[in-house]
């Protein structure tokens, strides 16, 4: 029997949703719901109703996520955070993509790069009625977020360079911090040094300073700096 390694570390349980809230710089509470979903009480009629989720995780019993989870759900944050799209609309355009590729999940998938972002943009753009320069920024965004995901020969993804800073995707980020569930057990490291984020934040709040620790794991400091922007940044809604 035959498989891919890569595949099968990108789908495997790992992530905690505070972990995966940290990674992305979201709250918590968003990355619970987009994963998990939740009941709540309809403001109208007062019923209990449920939110459903957007994203399946890895192991819902356990609420844990997997790698191919944190990059669904960066991708899902660019729709949410830039252009408003509702959830039940973000959801109605997946599932019209998933089906349309024929992929479990088109969020992380290389095919959702090469011909699923049309697919969504067009679908969303007539579920929303946006205008063609409205669709046009929706691509463009989708293109820079999903250009810090590397696929695999399978089409799976294998390495993710979150966001460093808070402006997200208002422009271009250095890919300084990388997530490879085949390092560190998927915890962000600098991809210079493969060390770990977490270290380095550590290590400067007791007291090292950045061109020690540039010296110590032969970096430039400015890859340190983008280590401490990356862990030091706060959740944005989405």
């Excluded at 409205?134 to 590397?150: M, P």
């Excluded at 250095?174 to 977490?198: I, N, Y």
Aim: charge should be positive; hydrophobic fraction near 40%.
């Amino acid at each position: 029997m035959t498989f891919d390694v890569h595949r099968d570390l990108a789908n495997q349980p790992a992530y905690r949703p505070s972990e995966a809230a940290h990674i992305l710089a979201l709250p918590k509470a968003t990355v619970l719901a987009w994963c998990f979903g939740h009941d709540y009480l309809h403001r109208e009629d007062g019923r209990r109703k449920r939110f459903k989720r957007v994203v399946e995780p890895a192991d819902g019993k356990a609420r844990l996520l997997s790698f191919a989870n944190l990059c669904e759900l960066h991708v899902l944050a660019v729709i949410r955070r830039h252009h408003g799209v509702t959830l039940p609309k973000v959801r109605t355009a997946i599932d019209y993509v998933r089906t349309q590729l024929g992929e479990p999940r088109p969020l992380a998938s290389s095919r959702f790069r090469t011909n699923g972002v049309d697919l969504f943009v067009d679908y969303a753009g007539r579920l929303l009625n946006v205008s063609k320069q409205g669709q046009h920024a929706l691509k463009g965004d989708f293109e820079r977020a999903l250009q810090r995901i590397e696929f695999g020969r399978s089409g799976g993804p294998v390495q993710l360079f979150p966001y460093t800073r808070e402006a997200g995707v208002a422009g271009d980020q250095p890919r300084t911090v990388l997530v490879d569930p085949r390092r560190s057990f998927g915890r962000p490291v600098l991809a210079s040094a493969f060390v770990r984020t977490e270290v380095i934040n550590e290590r400067f709040r007791a007291g090292d300073s950045i061109a020690e620790m540039a010296a110590d794991y032969r970096v430039s400091p400015s890859d340190i700096e983008e280590a401490l922007r990356f862990e030091q940044r706060q959740p944005r809604a989405a």
